[in-house]
C-alpha cells in the first residue's frame, strides 16, 4: 500500500518509522533523513515547529529500527535492498590454520608473561628465621571444644 491509501487516522496511529517505512517502500531509493521526516510530516499534516522539534527523536528511531540502514552518504534506505558484504571461504583448512596460529601466538605470548615471576634467586637457602608458620600448632576439633 501507498501512503496514499491511508486515512489521516490511521497515520496518527502508527510510529513514525511505520510511516517511514511505508514512504520508503514508495519510492524504491535512498532519501536524506531530513527528507524523509519532511515527507512523514506532511503525511501527518504536521507543522515545521514539530518538524523541528521531533527530527532528533526520528534520527533516534531510524537508527535502532533493524528495518533501515544509513548508508556512507549519510543518506536512509531499506535494510532489505541492501546485500551484506560476505567473505567465502574455499576450504574449512584455511579456517582453521588461522584459528591454530592465533592460538599458538597467544600461548606464546602467555608463555613471556608467565616466565620467571615464580623464580627466586636464594631458593637453595632457606633461613629458619624467615618461617612464618613455625609458631602456629594444629589442634584437632576434639582439643578445640575441651578449651
Same mark, same amino acid.
Given at each position: 500500500?501507498?501512503?496514499?491509501?491511508? #486515512?489521516?487516522?490511521?497515520?496518527? !496511529?502508527?510510529? *513514525? =518509522?511505520?510511516?517511514? *517505512?511505508?514512504?520508503? %517502500?514508495?519510492?524504491?531509493?535512498?532519501l536524506?533523513?531530513? =527528507?524523509?521526516?519532511?515527507?512523514?510530516?506532511?503525511?501527518?499534516?504536521?507543522?515545521?515547529? #514539530?518538524?523541528?522539534?521531533?527530527?532528533?527523536?526520528?534520527?533516534?528511531?531510524?537508527? #535502532? +529500527?533493524?528495518?533501515?540502514?544509513?548508508l556512507?552518504?549519510? !543518506?536512509?534506505?531499506?535494510?532489505?535492498?541492501?546485500?551484506?558484504?560476505?567473505?567465502?571461504? +574455499?576450504e574449512?583448512? =584455511?579456517?582453521? %590454520?588461522?584459528?591454530?596460529e592465533?592460538?599458538?601466538?597467544?600461548?606464546?605470548? /602467555?608463555?613471556?608473561e608467565?616466565?620467571?615471576?615464580?623464580?627466586?634467586?636464594?631458593?637453595?637457602?632457606?633461613? =629458619?628465621d624467615?618461617? +612464618?608458620?613455625?609458631?602456629?600448632a594444629?589442634?584437632? /576439633?576434639?582439643? %578445640?571444644?575441651?578449651?
Open positions: 500500500m501507498k501512503i496514499k491509501d491511508y #486515512t489521516k487516522e490511521e497515520l496518527e !496511529s502508527m510510529n *513514525y =518509522d511505520d510511516i517511514a *517505512y511505508i514512504i520508503m %517502500t514508495g519510492e524504491k531509493r535512498k536524506k533523513i531530513n =527528507d524523509l521526516f519532511k515527507k512523514v510530516c506532511n503525511a501527518l499534516k504536521l507543522d515545521d515547529n #514539530t518538524f523541528e522539534q521531533e527530527i532528533g527523536n526520528f534520527f533516534e528511531l531510524m537508527s #535502532t +529500527d533493524k528495518r533501515f540502514i544509513m556512507d552518504n549519510g !543518506s536512509w534506505d531499506l535494510k532489505e535492498r541492501h546485500n551484506p558484504k560476505m567473505m567465502l571461504v +574455499d574449512e583448512e =584455511d579456517i582453521e %590454520t588461522e584459528l591454530e592465533e592460538n599458538v601466538e597467544a600461548d606464546e605470548e /602467555e608463555e613471556k608467565d616466565e620467571n615471576i615464580f623464580y627466586d634467586d636464594n631458593e637453595d637457602q632457606v633461613d =629458619d624467615d618461617d +612464618d608458620l613455625k609458631d602456629f594444629i589442634v584437632d /576439633e576434639d582439643e %578445640t571444644n575441651s578449651l
